[in-house]
C-alpha cells in the first residue's frame, strides 16, 4: 500500500508573539546584568568576607608558656594539658540510638561517675534540671579526658586549656615565681621575662575549598610549627636544693626574719644556686602572703658591713695609699669628728697588718687605712663600682643602692670613715656578689644572670676593670687568712684553699641604729684558680651571739661543701709554700 506524505501548512509568525518573546528576552538579560553587577560591585566586600569564613579555619591554639629547665635539664616549670568538661542534657544521646532519642541526666551521671571518681549525687546536683551549658568538672586530665571522649556520647564538651605546674614546688618559687589561674605572669622569672617565656606561633589559618579540601596559599614553610623551645637556667637542682636545706636549717634555728644565699661562677655571672627563705609553693600561690613573692634579693638594700671591707682595701691598694707589707695601729676606739668610733668588741688589736685587719674585722683599722684617700677620689670610686645605680640583670628589676651626695661625703668626716667597714650606704645582695665576683676574677665587671642564654648586651662596651689583677690576687689571699685563722674559720675545709670575710651590720630606723641585724658571709674558692663566689645573708636572727661567723658561715660551709662535689672541685695540697693539684 502506497504511503503519503502529510503536507503540512506553514503559517507566518504572529509579528506581536514575537516582539512579546523579544521583549521578554531583553528583559531577562538585563536582570541577570543587574544581579551580576550588584554581586560583583556592591556585594563584592560582603561575598568576600562569607568565602573566607568558608573557605578558612582557625586552629585555636592553647595560650602556652615555654618549660622552664635548669641546665641538667630538669623540669622546673612546664604547662599542664587540662580540660573542662561541659553538658548540654537535652542532646544527650548514646552511641546507636536514634538520632530524636534523648537520654537521661541519671544515664549519663552513671557512666561519668567512675571515671570522675564524683558520686553521681554530686552531678546530679551540679545539672540541677538545666537544659544547657553546665560546668560540671574543671582540672580533667588527659588520661580521664579520653576515656569521656571514649564514651561518645552527644552532649558533651570537653574544653582543652593549658596550666601552669611546677614539680620542685618551693624550691625555685622565689626565683622562678608564678603565672594565675588565668595564665597571666604574676612573679619572679615569669613575670620578669614573659615575653620570652610566651610561645607564639606565627600562623593560625587554614584555607580550604567547599569540600574541605586544602588549597594553596602564601604561607611559608614552617608557618605551622610550633616554637615550643624550652628556657633554660645556669641553676643546678641538686646544689639549689642543697643550699635551699641548710639557709632553711639556720633560720629556722635562729628564729631569723629571712634569709638569702647564692652561688656564682666569677668568671661569666652565671648563677649556680639563689634560693631565699621563706618561701612558697606556686602551685598553691593563692594561700600566701603576696610579700613572698619578692625578690628582695635584688630589691631590698642593706649595709653590707664588714664584708665591704675587702673592697676597701682593693680601692686603697689600687690608689696605692698603702703597702702590702703595711700595718696600722688599732687601740680599739677612734674619734672622728667628734663621733666615737669603735671595733665590735670594744678591744683593741695593737699594730696589726692588713690581713690581721680582716681576720680581727677591726673598724678602727679600716678607718686609719681609709683615711689615707681623698674623700672626693673615695667617693668617685665608689661611684665607678656602681653602687647607686641599678644592676642590670635578667632577674627582677633592681633597686639601685643608696649613697650620700659627694659634697657631704667630702665635708663631713664621719661619712667616709662609716664607710671604710661598710656602714652609711646600702646596696643590694646581687650587688654585694658582683663586686666580690671582680675581686675574685682579676678586678672585671660581671653580669649576674641566671637564663643560659643570656646576652651581656648592657655591657656592650669591653668589660670594666675594677681593680688590677695584683691587687685582686694580693686582697684575695689576705681574705683566705680569714678563713684559715679569723672569723671565718668555721668554713675551713681541709684540701681547699678558700677565701672569705663575715659581716655583722645593725640595721637603721628612723635615722638610727636598732639592736636588729644582718649577718652575712661571703666566701671565694679556691683561690689558686678563682672560679666561685658563694654569698650567704641571714636577716635579723633574734637568739642572742648572733654573728655572721655563728650564723651565716655555718650555711656556706654546707654549700661549699656540696659545690666541691657537684662541681668536681679537685683538692689542692700545700707542701712547704707549694701548691700541687691532684691529678
Given at each position: 500500500m502506497k504511503k503519503y506524505k502529510k503536507i503540512v501548512r506553514l503559517i507566518p509568525l504572529d509579528q506581536r508573539r514575537f516582539k512579546l518573546l523579544y521583549i521578554f528576552s531583553l528583559l531577562l538579560m538585563f536582570c541577570l546584568f543587574g544581579r551580576l553587577v550588584k554581586l560583583q560591585v556592591f556585594n563584592s566586600s560582603d561575598l568576600q568576607r562569607k568565602a573566607r569564613l568558608v573557605q578558612s579555619s582557625k586552629t585555636n591554639s592553647l595560650k602556652k608558656r615555654r618549660s622552664i629547665v635548669d641546665r641538667n635539664n630538669r623540669l622546673i616549670a612546664y604547662d599542664k594539658p587540662l580540660y573542662k568538661l561541659w553538658a548540654h542534657p537535652k542532646y544527650f544521646n548514646f552511641p546507636g540510638d536514634s538520632i530524636n532519642r534523648v537520654r537521661s541526666i541519671e544515664e549519663v551521671a552513671q557512666k561519668l561517675s567512675p571515671i570522675l571518681d564524683v558520686n553521681n549525687e554530686i552531678l546530679l546536683r551540679k545539672i540541677n534540671n538545666k537544659m544547657s551549658g553546665i560546668k560540671l568538672m574543671d582540672k580533667i586530665s588527659e588520661e580521664k579526658a579520653e576515656k569521656i571522649k571514649n564514651l561518645q556520647i552527644s552532649g558533651l564538651d570537653l574544653f582543652k586549656y593549658s596550666q601552669r605546674y611546677y614539680p620542685q614546688g618551693e624550691l625555685y618559687s622565689n626565683l622562678v615565681g608564678f603565672v594565675n589561674d588565668e595564665n597571666i605572669a604574676s612573679a619572679g622569672l615569669e613575670l620578669y621575662l614573659d615575653n620570652q617565656i610566651k610561645v607564639f606561633n606565627k600562623s593560625n589559618l587554614i584555607k580550604k575549598g567547599g569540600d574541605g579540601t586544602p588549597l594553596p596559599d602564601n604561607s611559608a614553610p614552617g608557618d605551622f610549627i610550633f616554637d615550643y623551645k624550652s628556657l633554660g637556667l645556669t641553676i643546678d637542682s641538686k646544689l639549689q636544693k642543697a643550699s635551699f636545706n641548710a639557709l632553711s636549717k639556720q633560720v629556722i634555728k635562729w628564729r631569723a626574719k629571712k634569709g638569702f644565699a647564692?652561688?656564682?661562677?666569677?668568671?661569666?655571672?652565671?648563677?649556680?644556686?639563689?634560693?631565699?627563705?621563706?618561701?612558697?609553693?606556686?602551685?598553691?600561690?593563692?594561700?600566701?602572703?603576696?610579700?613572698?613573692?619578692?625578690?628582695?634579693?635584688?630589691?631590698?638594700?642593706?649595709?653590707?658591713?664588714?664584708?665591704?671591707?675587702?673592697?676597701?682595701?682593693?680601692?686603697?691598694?689600687?690608689?696605692?695609699?698603702?703597702?702590702?707589707?703595711?700595718?696600722?695601729?688599732?687601740?680599739?676606739?677612734?674619734?672622728?669628728?667628734?663621733?666615737?668610733?669603735?671595733?665590735?668588741?670594744?678591744?683593741?688589736?695593737?699594730?696589726?697588718?692588713?690581713?690581721?685587719?680582716?681576720?680581727?674585722?677591726?673598724?678602727?683599722?679600716?678607718?686609719?687605712?681609709?683615711?689615707?684617700?681623698?674623700?672626693?677620689?673615695?667617693?668617685?670610686?665608689?661611684?665607678?663600682?656602681?653602687?647607686?645605680?641599678?644592676?642590670?640583670?635578667?632577674?627582677?628589676?633592681?633597686?639601685?643602692?643608696?649613697?650620700?651626695?659627694?659634697?657631704?661625703?667630702?665635708?663631713?668626716?664621719?661619712?667616709?670613715?662609716?664607710?671604710?667597714?661598710?656602714?652609711?650606704?646600702?646596696?643590694?645582695?646581687?650587688?654585694?656578689?658582683?663586686?666580690?665576683?671582680?675581686?675574685?676574677?682579676?678586678?672585671?665587671?660581671?653580669?649576674?644572670?641566671?637564663?643560659?642564654?643570656?646576652?651581656?648586651?648592657?655591657?656592650?662596651?669591653?668589660?670594666?676593670?675594677?681593680?688590677?689583677?695584683?691587687?685582686?690576687?694580693?686582697?684575695?689571699?689576705?681574705?683566705?687568712?680569714?678563713?684559715?685563722?679569723?672569723?671565718?674559720?668555721?668554713?675551713?675545709?681541709?684540701?681547699?684553699?678558700?677565701?672569705?670575710?663575715?659581716?655583722?651590720?645593725?640595721?637603721?630606723?628612723?635615722?638610727?641604729?636598732?639592736?636588729?641585724?644582718?649577718?652575712?658571709?661571703?666566701?671565694?674558692?679556691?683561690?689558686?684558680?678563682?672560679?666561685?663566689?658563694?654569698?650567704?645573708?641571714?636577716?635579723?636572727?633574734?637568739?642572742?651571739?648572733?654573728?655572721?661567723?655563728?650564723?651565716?658561715?655555718?650555711?656556706?660551709?654546707?654549700?661549699?661543701?656540696?659545690?666541691?662535689?657537684?662541681?668536681?672541685?679537685?683538692?689542692?695540697?700545700?707542701?712547704?709554700?707549694?701548691?700541687?693539684?691532684?691529678?
Open positions: 647564692i652561688v656564682m661562677d666569677v668568671n661569666n655571672g652565671q648563677i649556680l644556686s639563689l634560693v631565699t627563705v621563706p618561701t612558697y609553693d606556686p602551685n598553691k600561690f593563692w594561700q600566701y602572703n603576696s610579700e613572698l613573692f619578692r625578690g628582695w634579693y635584688s630589691q631590698d638594700l642593706f649595709e653590707p658591713g664588714s664584708t665591704f671591707k675587702p673592697i676597701n682595701l682593693a680601692l686603697a691598694l689600687e690608689e696605692k695609699v698603702i703597702q702590702k707589707d703595711g700595718v696600722v695601729e688599732d687601740i680599739g676606739k677612734i674619734n672622728v669628728g667628734g663621733w666615737i668610733l669603735s671595733n665590735w668588741d670594744k678591744k683593741g688589736n695593737g699594730y696589726i697588718d692588713y690581713p690581721k685587719v680582716l681576720q680581727v674585722s677591726s673598724n678602727v683599722g679600716m678607718v686609719k687605712i681609709m683615711r689615707n684617700l681623698d674623700p672626693k677620689i673615695y667617693w668617685d670610686l665608689l661611684k665607678n663600682l656602681g653602687i647607686n645605680k641599678n644592676l642590670k640583670t635578667d632577674l627582677f628589676e633592681s633597686t639601685a643602692g643608696q649613697l650620700k651626695r659627694k659634697d657631704l661625703f667630702v665635708n663631713q668626716s664621719i661619712e667616709p670613715a662609716v664607710t671604710s667597714f661598710g656602714k652609711g650606704f646600702s646596696i643590694s645582695p646581687l650587688k654585694l656578689v658582683q663586686l666580690h665576683a671582680a675581686l675574685a676574677n682579676g678586678g672585671f665587671e660581671v653580669t649576674p644572670h641566671v637564663t643560659s642564654t643570656f646576652k651581656e648586651r648592657f655591657n656592650e662596651n669591653p668589660k670594666k676593670q675594677f681593680f688590677s689583677n695584683e691587687v685582686s690576687k694580693t686582697v684575695l689571699e689576705w681574705m683566705e687568712s680569714v678563713v684559715d685563722k679569723g672569723s671565718g674559720s668555721g668554713a675551713k675545709i681541709e684540701g681547699y684553699r678558700i677565701a672569705g670575710k663575715t659581716g655583722t651590720s645593725q640595721k637603721a630606723s628612723n635615722g638610727s641604729y636598732t639592736s636588729k641585724k644582718v649577718c652575712s658571709f661571703v666566701a671565694t674558692l679556691p683561690v689558686n684558680d678563682p672560679k666561685y663566689v658563694v654569698l650567704v645573708v641571714v636577716d635579723e636572727p633574734s637568739k642572742s651571739y648572733a654573728y655572721g661567723s655563728t650564723v651565716a658561715v655555718p650555711v656556706a660551709k654546707e654549700i661549699i661543701e656540696s659545690l666541691i662535689v657537684i662541681e668536681k672541685i679537685p683538692p689542692n695540697i700545700k707542701d712547704h709554700g707549694m701548691i700541687v693539684k691532684k691529678p
